[in-house]
């Protein structure tokens, strides 16, 4: 707060109130001895109040119910919340919706989200006898926890000796059918 003007005589001790300032808590006023020249020197500290934030998850990844972390941030501090703390395989980050860049005077709740990522897949046609590949594997991408269903196709020459139908799962890496 601006400097007040305090008066008194010398040698008497003098009192000062706190000012409410918002984010701020007075902690303690110290006061000091009226000067020769007239002049006091009033202390007055204070602390910075600590909010709740609660930063909450949704997505795909939270179908069922919201990820949420709680933390006391004092006010006026920095929310950069890096989204590696709580990225999970398989999901791309999206973002934070409603997370200021310091931290306001009340508590707070920020949504942040996640998408499921797309991943490649490979489906193989392969001689059962030698490993040897019979044409060029087919390559995609799907979306990570999804199934991926692929039918056998006809070679000349050969003759089919696994499932006609392979339904794999989406993950994150390891994504093959194999036919034979």
């Known amino acids: 707060p601006a ?76 929310l950069t919340q890096i989204a590696d703390d709580m990225e999970k395989q398989g999901y791309t980050w999206s973002g934070w919706t409603g997370l200021p860049a310091t931290m306001p005077a009340s508590d707070v709740e920020v949504t942040g989200s996640y998408s499921a990522s797309d991943f490649p897949y490979t489906i193989n046609y392969i001689d059962q006898a030698t490993g040897n590949a019979l044409q060029d594997p087919v390559t995609a991408d799907a979306t990570f926890g999804t199934e991926v269903t692929a039918e056998a196709v006809a070679i000349d020459g050969y003759v089919l000796v696994s499932d006609q139908q392979q339904t794999i799962t989406m993950g994150v890496e390891n994504n093959v059918i194999n036919f034979y």
């Open 3 to 78: 400097d007040e003007n305090l008066t008194g005589t010398t040698g008497e001790q003098t009192n000062a109130a706190a000012k409410n300032i918002t984010g701020f808590t007075a902690k303690a006023v110290t006061q000091q001895t009226i000067a020769a020249d007239g002049s006091t020197v009033v202390n007055i500290y204070y602390d910075r109040n600590a909010y709740t934030v609660t930063y909450k998850v949704t997505g795909e990844l939270f179908a069922n119910d919201s990820y949420k972390v709680e933390s006391n941030v004092r006010f006026g501090a920095s």
